[in-house]
């Protein structure tokens, strides 16, 4: 019988059989989402070097067997063993993938209405796996949250410029949900509700941000997101 596996790696790690999570140890978590976010496989002696980084090359070669031992044991097409090297299995689908290319979708091409209609998957504002302090993972999750914030920017945009302004507001919502800092969100947020007419709200998201910003930095918002409540305060 053939099993359907997907790997889920935003929030906590979850690997699901046929819908269902299953249970595994934290070092075959750690191969497997090593192996996602590496994309290929990967030698053998890389992978152990890499996770077992703190063990002797044959402790860790051990390691390593272990662990892939305990996958067989779930089911043999999860990863891939072959000419020494280890991968993870074509057909099993993982979120942050999927999420990664939706976001560079959007950002190529925000008009897009196949992205657009995929879009309240990316609201989800978990981290990839949050809670993890692996060296390797550092990068690869900075590079998807930062996707995806310029991903709902994008969209929120093309959405203002449709007059979608509820829609709108809401992805530029979760993109400062995400990033309470990030200026080019919070004036997305401002312009839709000048837009909305909601001047009122339009100030006093604005006053919010420039509390939050001298609060935190000392700083002042930029002149272009100034101008957007200049004539307001007059």
């Not at 978990?126 to 993890?132: A, H, K």
């Not at 979760?174 to 990033?179: D, I, K, T, Y």
Request: aromatic letters at 4%; proline letters at 5%.
């Amino acid at each position: 019988m053939l099993h359907e596996f997907s790997l889920h790696l935003t929030g906590a790690f979850q690997l699901c059989l046929d819908g269902r999570p299953v249970a595994v140890p934290h070092a075959v978590e750690r191969l497997l989402a090593y192996l996602a976010l590496t994309g290929r496989p990967v030698a053998r002696s890389r992978v152990a070097g890499t996770l077992w980084r703190d063990s002797e090359e044959i402790r860790a070669a051990k390691c390593l067997r272990t662990a892939l031992w305990r996958l067989q044991r779930v089911d043999a097409g999860i990863v891939t063993t072959a000419d020494d090297r280890v991968g993870l299995g074509a057909d099993v689908p993982v979120d942050v993938s999927e999420l990664l290319g939706l976001a560079q979708s959007l950002v190529r091409d925000p008009v897009d209405p196949d992205a657009l209609a995929c879009l309240p998957r990316l609201l989800d504002g978990r981290d990839m796996l949050p809670d993890w302090d692996e060296d390797w993972i550092v990068l690869d999750r900075e590079r998807y949250r930062l996707l995806r914030l310029e991903a709902l920017e994008s969209a929120a945009t093309e959405l203002l410029a449709q007059h979608r302004l509820p829609d709108a507001l809401l992805v530029a919502s979760a993109a400062v949900q995400s990033e309470p800092l990030r200026e080019s969100a919070r004036r997305l947020i401002v312009q839709i509700q000048l837009q909305q007419g909601n001047l009122v709200e339009a100030l006093r998201s604005y006053q919010q941000f420039r509390a939050l910003l001298g609060s935190e930095f000392g700083l002042e918002p930029s002149a272009a997101m100034q101008s957007l409540v200049t004539m307001l305060r007059a």
